[in-house]
Every structure is written in structure tokens, then in C-alpha cells.
């Protein structure tokens, strides 16, 4: 897999968060509890963590005492954690401690404690060697749709080996919808959607599958299951930072078709410059959605019974 940039990951993160605003069913933050003995933390494994935007997101969600394993293959986003924590930590009034050498750690009003501990490690083919042991969430975001459905049936197994809830988010879904449209958007996002599916290093790619995959796989009478839509809609009259994510989406989605079908790559350029001249006055909706899973009461309460 070719790195994320840093700066890709800055763009996309106010999108991903105002996504993430829909509910989640209060039971899975009630199962996560439940799972921890008085006093304990939270263990929770990140995979492919980037520069640390799912813990940003749920750790404010999940409150108390927290561990992360923040788990990513990348050395660069891994070393840029701090510098990404910093920022964040100031605008909600967290106490954010890096001291040499040291794993950071937050603190906040309500006894919010988060210890992070970095992980340089390669997801592929290592699921066995990941430290997935004792996690009671195991979560990625904007992960699965680059993995292959072995891969993700491998870790499903695993999760519900170690009885760890999983919050997988920010999957991509296959919907695209530009306001206004263009004649050629239909062929120039199958282009793209194939492309999506292309090896990352997992095998076949998932892509828009990702999701519907997860939530067949963790059906099971003992599990509960969510999925939440978690659209990203960029509307380019907003402000600078929509303007560049739709100019980031234009390249992005050009390069890709591009690559899928090298002898389309005129047309491409075409529906790419007709795309930039409408910037002030587009619109763009990307199809994502989360998909959640844990162990219900009846599975609790057979572990407890013996
Ligand atoms: C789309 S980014 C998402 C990053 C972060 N979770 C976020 O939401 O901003 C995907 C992340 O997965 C990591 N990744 C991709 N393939 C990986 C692999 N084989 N092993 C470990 N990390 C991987 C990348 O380095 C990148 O940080």
C-alpha cells in the first residue's frame, strides 16, 4: 500500500467527524462498560490509525479510563501523533502530557484517561502477531474498504475469539452523487470503483462491499449489529477547506479512472476541468457507512454462568 500523506489525512478529518454525528445505539457503549472491572481501562486496538483520527473521534464517546494501541504500518503518520493530538486536545481543554520518550496521555474533566501507545506494524499477514489480545474494542476507520474479505473474515474471527466489540467506520459504499451532475460521472465512477478494488496489499480489495461483507459476517444470534450511514457532503460554497476536499476528490477520482482505463484518460481530463470550472456551485456526496458489532446479554451471561 502507497502511504496516506499526513496532509491528505488533515483534509478528509472535519468531514469524517461531522459524518460521524449520527447516533450510535447507547447498548454498545453499555456492552464496552460492562466488559471492564472496576477501575480497569478500556483496552481498545486501532488498525491502520493514521494519525490518530478514530481516537480523536470515540474516545471523548467512551469516557473514563482508556488504553489504545494505535496500530498503523506507517512510521511517518505514527510520528506525527503528537503534533496531531496537540490541537485537539487544546480545543476541547485536554490535558495532553508527551514526554520524552513517552507514550502520550490525556487527560479530561470526568475522569477521562487515555494512554496511547504507538505500534509500527504491517496488518498484512500478521493478524496472529497483532497485540489483539484482551481488547475490548477492536476499531479502524476508513480501513476496510482497503482490505480483502479474507482478511477481514480472519480478524472477525479473532474479535469474537477475544469476545472484542468492533466499531469499523468511515467505510466507503459505492455512493457518489455530484450537484451538479455531468454526463460522464456514471462512466467515470465505475472507473473509479473498480480501481478501488485493486490489491492493496490484503488481496482484492473490499471497496463499496466493505460494509455489507462486515455486517453478513457478524451475524450471529449472540452479537448485536449496527451499521450507520456516515456520508461525507462537501459543498464547495462553505469555505476554503470544502473547496480544496472537492479539488482533492476531482484529482483524486480522475487519477484513479485514469489509472483503471489509460486509453479514457482525455475524457478523463475533461470531466476533471469541467468539474474544477463548476467549483463555486458544487456539490459532491461520498456514500460511507460504520458498521458495529458486540457481544449481546445472553452471550454475557453465559460467560458469567461458567
Ligand atoms: C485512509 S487511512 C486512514 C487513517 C485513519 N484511520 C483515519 O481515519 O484518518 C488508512 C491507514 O491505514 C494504514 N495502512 C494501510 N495499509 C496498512 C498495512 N498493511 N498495515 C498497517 N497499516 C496500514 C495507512 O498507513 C493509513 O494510515
Avoid at 501507545?117 to 476508513?142: F, K
Avoid at 487519477?255 to 459532491?284: N, T
Wanted: glycine share 10%; net charge negative.
Amino acid at each position: 500500500m502507497t502511504g496516506f500523506s499526513t496532509d491528505w489525512l488533515a483534509l478528509r478529518e472535519p468531514f469524517d467527524q461531522a459524518a460521524r454525528a449520527a447516533p450510535i445505539d447507547p447498548a454498545f457503549f453499555a456492552a464496552l462498560k460492562a466488559r471492564v472491572l472496576d477501575g480497569g481501562a478500556l483496552a481498545i486496538v486501532d488498525l491502520g490509525c493514521g494519525t490518530g483520527a478514530n481516537l480523536r473521534e470515540i474516545a471523548p464517546r467512551l469516557g473514563g479510563r482508556q488504553h489504545w494501541r494505535l496500530v498503523d504500518h506507517d512510521a511517518r503518520v505514527l510520528a506525527a501523533l503528537p503534533d496531531a493530538l496537540a490541537p485537539w486536545a487544546a480545543a476541547r481543554g485536554l490535558q495532553l502530557r508527551v514526554d520524552a520518550g513517552q507514550p502520550p496521555v490525556i487527560d479530561g474533566p470526568d475522569g477521562l484517561h487515555v494512554e496511547v501507545t504507538p505500534h509500527q506494524a504491517d496488518l498484512v499477514g500478521a493478524l496472529s502477531a497483532l497485540p489483539l489480545a484482551g481488547a475490548h474494542l477492536v476499531t479502524a476507520s476508513a480501513l476496510l474498504d482497503l482490505v480483502s474479505a479474507p482478511w477481514l473474515d480472519a480478524l472477525l474471527q479473532r474479535c469474537q475469539a477475544e469476545d472484542s466489540a468492533v466499531w469499523w467506520a468511515l467505510n466507503v459504499d459505492d455512493r457518489i452523487d455530484w450537484s451538479p451532475g455531468d454526463a460522464e460521472d456514471a462512466r467515470i465512477h465505475a472507473l473509479f470503483r473498480a480501481h478501488q478494488q485493486h490489491d492493496k496489499g490484503f488481496g482484492p480489495a473490499l471497496g463499496g462491499a466493505a460494509t455489507a461483507h462486515a455486517t453478513q459476517r457478524l451475524a450471529h444470534p449472540d452479537w448485536r449489529v449496527q451499521t450507520v450511514q456516515t456520508d461525507w457532503q462537501i459543498d464547495a460554497h462553505r469555505g476554503a477547506a470544502e473547496a480544496a476536499m472537492l479539488y482533492a476528490m476531482i484529482d483524486g477520482i480522475g487519477a484513479a479512472a485514469s489509472e483503471q482505463a489509460p486509453d479514457e484518460a482525455e475524457a478523463v481530463a475533461q470531466w476533471q476541468q469541467r468539474k474544477r470550472a463548476q467549483i463555486g456551485g458544487l456539490q459532491l456526496r461520498v456514500g460511507h457507512s460504520d458498521v458495529l458489532g458486540w457481544s449481546g446479554p445472553s452471550r454475557l451471561r453465559r460467560r458469567a454462568a461458567g
